[in-house]
């Protein structure tokens, strides 16, 4: 028979009152997290990913981590590629306060498999993989949260610029960055996280000027008037056929804060066997790797063992 009308499971100021305690528990029990949602750029229909996503905006709301032992997930794995880490953790938010938070400001119903968590707690990222949206199952017929289930975030080059210094540093320093040499005039240098950028061709006859930018990772005066600096999240405007600041007295580099004119006298490349190609890093070792590499065999470089060709 069907059940007593006269008792209802949905009265919506106990689903309210429900929430609300939920809210507030999550504000007191749980940590602070910025909400980063997923641009899509070029989208592949085909293998269904996009590798040039990029991530603009920052959301702060309350979140509380699950795992109340650690992270979960296999954990720091050490192997012929370097240290892993697969770290993985479940974060639960409130419906209510993502809806206000993100949902109106992104047009967005819910949150989305590929957007960003990054935890000031740990000064770390988390991908979304997965969206529990029915769990706790209908309390007083009502879905108050979302459940998230997140692993440790692979940086690969994607753009930031979300307006928080605190992620947006982050990124920039993890990303891929050229090195170069630049004079200067007066001891005026570039400043750090300064967008530069360099006019390739000049505007004329109706057509865009080309221009390629970067922004400023690290600087090291080797004098008064010279220094070696690294340029990452480097991107073109105009054209896309050119893709690499050139070392040139007639074509500058512009400071877009400090309006600084250098003249760049060298840019290296990975064949330059130099620790300027990219910053050191201590632990990833990515010079040594790449210099130290040449004294055993190195399928990525040349097949050491001749063409199969020329025996068929």
Same mark, same amino acid.
């Given at each position: ?160 610029? *979300?307006? #928080?210094?605190? @992620?947006? +540093? ?6 891929? &960055?050229? !090195?170069?040499?630049?004079? $200067? ?79 760049? *006298?060298? #840019?290296?490349? @990975?064949? +330059? ?6 910053? &050191?890093? !201590?632990?990833?070792?990515? $010079? ?25």
């Amino acid at each position: 028979m069907p059940r007593n009308v006269y008792f209802s499971q949905a009265v919506r100021s106990e689903q309210n009152l429900y929430e609300d305690l939920i809210v507030e528990s999550l504000k007191i029990y749980g940590q602070d997290v910025y909400y980063i949602p997923r641009t899509l750029v070029n989208r592949d229909s085909i293998l269904n990913e996009d590798p040039s996503s990029k991530f603009d905006d920052a959301y702060l709301m309350e979140a509380y981590i699950e795992n109340v032992d650690g992270f979960e997930g296999s954990g720091d794995l050490y192997s012929k590629f370097g240290l892993e880490i697969r770290d993985e953790a479940t974060f639960i938010i409130s419906r209510k306060s993502w809806n206000y938070a993100v949902g109106l400001h992104e047009n967005k119903a819910k949150p989305s498999e590929g957007d960003l968590l990054f935890l000031p707690m740990t000064n770390s990222f988390f991908e979304i993989s997965y969206v529990e949206d029915d769990s706790p199952f209908f309390q007083l017929s009502n879905l108050p949260v979302y459940k998230l289930t997140c692993s440790l975030f692979e940086y690969s080059d994607e753009d930031f610029e *979300t307006g #928080v210094g605190e @992620i947006d +540093d982050k990124t920039g320093a993890q990303a891929y &960055q050229l !090195g170069m040499d630049v004079t $200067v005039t007066g001891g005026n240098h570039f400043e750090h996280s300064e967008i530069v950028t360099q006019e390739l061709v000049p505007a004329s006859g109706g057509t865009a000027a080309i221009k390629i930018f970067g922004e400023v990772q690290t600087i090291t005066k080797t004098s008064d008037v010279a220094a070696t600096i690294s340029v990452s999240n480097i991107g073109v405007s105009g054209s896309e056929t050119y893709r690499q600041f050139i070392a040139s007295a007639s074509k500058p580099l512009i400071g877009g804060t400090s309006t600084n004119s250098c003249v760049i *006298t060298k #840019v290296y490349d @990975i064949g +330059d066997n130099s620790e300027n190609v990219m910053p &050191q890093d !201590g632990a990833a070792q990515n $010079v040594a790797f790449e210099t130290l590499g040449d004294n055993f065999i190195d399928f990525t470089e040349s097949n050491p063992f001749g063409d199969p060709s020329e025996t068929y």
